[in-house]
Structures are given as C-alpha cells and as structure tokens.
C-alpha cells in the first residue's frame, strides 16, 4: 500500500505544471545616456523581476530617459538593456510588441474619436481590424470610460486624457507596461481611480508595471519593488518590504481621545514623539518590532484604533537616498 | 469606482509589418480625405480624366465613316474638312505612327497638368503627414508601438502615393484604358503601350521624387502654415525663378523643381521623336507640325536631363536629412 502511494505521490508530482524560474523582465549592464555632456543615465545595473515596479526620483533624475532607452525611443549611449528577455537595440520592434508605454505628455492624434485612436494603436500593434475594435472598446471600458469615447479627444480633460493614455498601452495586452507619471495633473479622486487601475494590471491580470513618479504615495500605494533614481544613478533597488523594514522604529498611533497621556507615556520613555495635524501621533521607539510600543500601550490602558508601522519609510528613505548622492557629489 | 475590471487577454497572432504600415499609410489618407478641399481637387481630376477619355473616344470615332464626329467635320469650313480628312487618312493608313504620336501627346499634356492639381493636393495635405505628428507627439506613440522610424516614414510615403493615385496616376491611367475600351479598333491598346508606358514611368517616378520631398517639408516644421507655405514657396518661387536664372547663371535653373520635371517628362514622352516621325511620314502633318514646333518651343526642345537629375538629387539628399533629423521620438 505504501509502495502505492509513493508512486502515486511521484506521479502526481511529475505531472504538476513546471513552475518557470523567475527571468529578470529588465536587465541592464553599464547603460549610459548621455545627451551632449551631460549624463543622463549613469552606468546603470540592474536585474529587476516581475512584478509591480516604481520608479521614483526627483525631477530631471533620469527615470524617463531609463524608460525611453528601454523602449529604444532614446538611443543607448554605451552598455546593454534587455527587456522582456530581449535585447534593446536589435530586437526593438519585437519588444514593443510587448510592451504598453503612456508617455507623460499628451500623444494623441489631433482630429481623432477616443475609440478611433485606440482601435488605431492596436492595429499599429498588428491586430486584425476586427480584434482591434473589439479590445479598443473593451480598453475603453476597464479605464472607466463611457460615451466620451466618441468625442474628439482635443475635447477631452486631463483625466480623460490619462485613461485614454492607459487603454492605448494596453490595448494589445503587453506583458509589461511603463507608465510615466500616470497621475499627473489629476484631482485626488482621478488618482484614486488611475492608481487602482494600474494596481488591477498586475495584482489581478498580472501585467508588469513599471510607475515613473516622483510622488512617493503613488509608488507606495501600488508598487512592491522599488528602484530610486537620481542624478542618473540607481540609489536604490530593493522590495518595498524590505525598505520599510530598513526604517523600523517609528510608528503612527492612531487613537480616538487621549493623545495628551499617549504623548505623555511616550517622553516618560524617552522616545521622540509628535502630535500631527490629523490628530495621529507619531514616535520612534527605536525598536525593531512593534513589542515595546504595545508593552506601554498596555501599560496605560489605552486600545489604539490603528498602529501604522514605518508611515513614512519611503519618503524618509528617498531623502536619505538624495542626500547620500548629492554628498558623494 | 466606475470600470469594468474584467480585463481579457489577447493571445491570436499579430499582423505583420507591411499590414501595420499600410494602417499608417490609410490612416493619413483617411485624415487628408477629411478635408473638404481636397475632395474637390480629386474631383477636378477625375473631370481632367474623364475629358481624356472623350477626346481619346472622339479620335476612335475619325476611324468610322458614318460617325458623328465624321459628319459633324463635314458640315464645317472647307479648311477644317481638309485638316479633318488629313487625320482620318492620316489614322487609316499610318494607325501605328498617329496613334502612338496622338496618344503620346494627349498623355504628356494631361500628365503635365494633372501635376499642377497634384502639387495642390500635396500642399493641403501637407498638415496631415508628419507635421501634425510632430506638433502634438503622435510621433512618440508610433514609436512606443510595433513599428519603427522606417516603417512609420514608409507609411506616410505610401500616404502620399495613394494621394497622387487618387489625382494623377488613377486619372491618366483609367483614361488610358477607357479611351482604348471605346475606340472602335482594338489594336489602339497595342499601339498605345508606348504613352501608357511612358506614362507610368513619369508619373511614378515623379509621384516617388514628389512623396520624398513633400515629407521632408512636412518634417521641417510643426506648424502647418508653415510646411504649407514652404511648398508652395518651392513650387511657385521655383517657377518664377526659372526665366530669371536663365538669363543670369542658367545653372541656377536646376533649383526649380517644376523645371526639373519638365525636363523628366520631356526625356520620357521623347515628344521630339515623335514629332520626327510623323513629319517624315505624313508631308501634310510636316507642315502643320514645323507650325507647332516654332510655337511650341518649349515641348520640343531638347531636355537637359543631365542639370535636372543633379537639381532633384540634391533635393532629395536635403529632404532626407531633413526627416531623419526632424523624425525622431522626441
């Protein structure tokens, strides 16, 4: 019987799908940009894998130019990128098979219908008319637009704009999609909706992203890697996890009343301590877990409705990043 | 949150690169066709091609006695009689030489003239190629999707020669076949291979130098008043400049795109040859032909290809820098 059963477990397990290795979707080796003499990218390496990716760095870092020289829409000045597991360079036509990219600006078609222009960018993808029209509307419909799509886009707002910038990149189904500040220029709610729209692609229909932004709480919001660029450089590239795990210590106490005796127990314990605007009250208790923070909490009886651990790790982490290369300069 | 999130994926196949840049090329053409003048140039020309057809079907019809046509230049002055029945002889006996000489001649003039219309044509949809693409960034989606600098120019170019089918090349070449369909020989197709071959090497040829330079203009600007005007500065200033480069440095005159063509259409058609032919075979046609040879002196004139060639090379050389420094991402 035994004897059974192991072979039974052995054919089972040789019959499993095979889990494929985890392939870097972009690998990079001293790729540098420059444009005259300035450097715009700097001897970047990297191996990034699948997943939720952002891209964050101040203004004029080179997150862009990286995107664009991996979409071969800037040519590499030196080293070697390959995407998707493809070469950047000799193989570009075949990437951006591949691939979706919402450019920051507006790139659309002066004259065009929104469904028009998408149907447009399939077909320049190489689907058969047909299929085209069939996924543009079906695009058009998962951004969350509606009978806007037969206007003229020059009549569009900005955050129409945005979803029809999104639909265009991902009407042919790319494995990855770069999007390049996808929030710019939208009210509050705009972002809400683009961010859960660009957290679907890969949490749910398990599209790569890559999100260029220099808002922090974009990244934060949707991205599980994240690569720090600045003055051409990577700073940093690490899980999200990982870098909140670097900024332990701190913590956001969220309590309903009581946040005099909170702030109180805290300097009792010598612990730097804030009441912010929202009525939260921030500390650093220096410790890698949360233990010592609830010992006390206890110990005055007080039951916080939330405890957010590392709030600000990344912004705290970006400056950090910022002030260690403008130091090496 | 109002989106649907069933997203699907796609997994048929793609398409390959010459359907993706025929969706280029029929895109521009769609855009150009939006504009209401451009319509009606077509038109013109299609009423230019549909006058061929009638005068080819006239000239059929000298070959019947009883036709209308014969009737009708009886009833005229004595003089047009003559003139009349000189042709109809003329088309009995030499049918190798009048045809080929007639037809020769009815499609160098129809050619030269539908180029005018087409010049006009390329001037209004001057905005719609790489110009409009430039000024609002379109350009940066042709070149985040499957298609490279190469393929989208080569979309464009073939924008531009469905245009020039549309008003050039469409119109001479189904007057040819009509005329010949309604002539009342059949060996008027034969005879005719010569104009129609002559024809299609002209207007190709030049539809090509056409397609090259209006992308380069469309490239220099992103602004549309601006390309527009530069066209029309290179066709119409080069043809003001023609007479006085001829009586200063006549070398000047290759600068001249019209005059260029003129000279290619001039050593294609080979107007002269057959006018040579036909004074040397029909002596009552020598004589009204040297008439027509004083007059129309510049058709007969010997064509300077050699200066025409360089003047187009050099053309097409600084259209080409021009679009692969102008074309580019960003």
Redo the contacts between chains.
């Keep these: 019987m035994v004897g059974f059963a192991l072979q039974d477990a052995f054919i089972e397990l040789t019959m499993l799908p095979r889990m494929p290795a985890p392939i870097p979707i972009i690998e990079t080796t001293n790729l540098t940009k420059r444009y005259g003499g300035q450097r715009a990218l700097n001897d970047v390496t990297l191996s990034v894998f699948p997943g939720a990716i952002g891209l964050l760095g101040p203004n004029g870092a080179g997150k862009s130019t990286f995107m664009?020289c991996l979409?071969?829409?800037?040519p590499i000045t030196s080293g070697s990128a390959r995407l998707l597991g493809r070469e950047v360079g000799s193989e570009?036509?075949?990437i951006?098979?591949r691939?979706?990219?919402t450019?920051e600006?507006?790139?659309?078609?002066?004259?065009m219908v929104g469904c028009e222009y998408v149907t447009?960018?399939a077909?320049?993808?190489?689907?058969?008319f047909q299929?085209a029209r069939q996924?543009a509307h079906?695009m058009l419909?998962?951004?969350?637009m509606g009978q806007e799509r037969y206007r003229k886009i020059d009549t569009y707002s900005t955050g129409m704009k945005q979803r029809l910038k999104l639909a265009?990149a991902?009407v042919?189904?790319p494995e990855i999609v770069f999007l390049d500040e996808p929030t710019n220029g939208l009210d509050p709610k705009g972002q809400v909706?683009i961010l859960?729209?660009v957290q679907?692609?890969w949490k749910?229909?398990g599209i790569c992203v890559v999100l260029s932004s220099h808002l922090l709480h974009d990244v934060d919001q949707i991205c599980e890697q994240i690569i720090i660029i600045a003055r051409g450089r990577v700073l940093v590239h690490d899980s999200l996890q990982n870098l909140k795990a670097r900024q332990r210590g701190a913590a956001e106490v969220v309590v309903g009343s009581r946040q005099g005796d909170l702030l109180e127990a805290f300097q009792r314990n010598q612990w730097k301590c804030e009441l912010l605007p929202n009525g939260h009250v921030k500390v650093e208790h220096n410790a890698d877990s949360l233990n010592p923070l609830l010992k006390l909490l206890q110990e005055i009886r007080l039951a916080p409705l939330e405890i957010i651990p590392s709030p600000n790790a990344l912004e705290e982490m970006f400056i950090q990043a910022l002030e260690t290369s403008e130091d090496a300069v | 949150?109002?989106?649907?999130?069933?997203?699907?994926?796609?997994?048929?196949a793609?398409?390959?690169?010459w359907?993706?840049r025929a969706?280029?090329a029929t895109?521009g053409l769609k855009?150009c066709l939006?504009v209401k003048w451009m319509r009606r140039v077509i038109t013109l020309c299609w009423a230019a091609g549909m006058i061929q057809v009638a005068i080819l079907f006239l000239l059929g019809q000298l070959l019947i006695a009883d036709s209308i046509v014969v009737q009708w230049l009886g009833n005229l002055s004595p003089q047009l009689q003559a003139i009349g029945r000189a042709l109809v002889g003329w088309l009995e006996q030499h049918p190798e030489i009048s045809v080929r000489t007639t037809y020769n001649l009815l499609f160098f003039f129809f050619s030269s003239n539908l180029l005018t219309l087409t010049l006009i044509a390329i001037a209004l949809a001057m905005p719609h190629l790489i110009t409009?693409?430039l000024?609002?960034?379109?350009i940066?989606?042709?070149?985040?999707?499957?298609?490279?600098r190469f393929?989208y120019l080569l979309g464009k170019f073939g924008t531009l020669f469905c245009l020039m089918t549309l008003t050039w090349l469409g119109p001479v070449w189904v007057a040819w076949l009509f005329g010949n369909f309604l002539s009342t020989n059949w060996h008027f197709f034969w005879h005719s291979r010569a104009a129609l071959g002559h024809t299609l090497l002209y207007v190709l040829g030049s539809m090509t130098i056409l397609s090259v330079l209006a992308l380069g203009v469309s490239a220099i600007s992103t602004r549309a008043k601006a390309t527009v005007s530069l066209w029309v500065a290179l066709w119409l200033l080069g043809n003001a400049f023609v007479p006085i480069a001829i009586k200063t440095k006549p070398w000047l005159k290759f600068f001249s795109l019209s005059f260029n063509l003129q000279q290619f259409s001039l050593t294609v058609f080979k107007l002269k040859d057959d006018f040579q032919l036909a004074t040397d075979n029909i002596p009552f046609f020598g004589e009204m032909l040297k008439g027509i040879r004083r007059q129309a002196n510049s058709v007969m004139q010997t064509p300077e290809m050699g200066g025409a060639i360089w003047g187009l090379s050099i053309m097409l050389v600084v259209a080409v820098i021009i679009i692969l420094r102008k074309v580019k991402?960003?």
């Excluded at chain 1, 600006?105 to 004259?111: E, K, L, R």
């Excluded at chain 2, 000024?135 to 379109?138: G, L, M, T």
């Excluded at chain 2, 940066?140 to 490279?148: L, Q």
């Design positions: 664009k979409l071969q829409l800037q570009g036509r075949e951006r098979k691939v979706g990219y450019p600006q507006d790139c659309h078609i002066p004259g447009y960018c077909r320049l993808c190489g689907l058969p299929v996924r079906e419909d998962f951004v969350g265009q991902i042919h189904d909706q859960e729209l679907s692609l749910q229909h | 949150m109002k989106h649907d999130t069933t997203y699907k994926h796609w997994d048929g793609h398409l390959g690169i359907s993706r969706v280029i895109n855009s939006q409009s693409d000024s609002s960034n379109a940066i989606v042709y070149s985040s999707k499957a298609v490279g393929d991402p960003e």
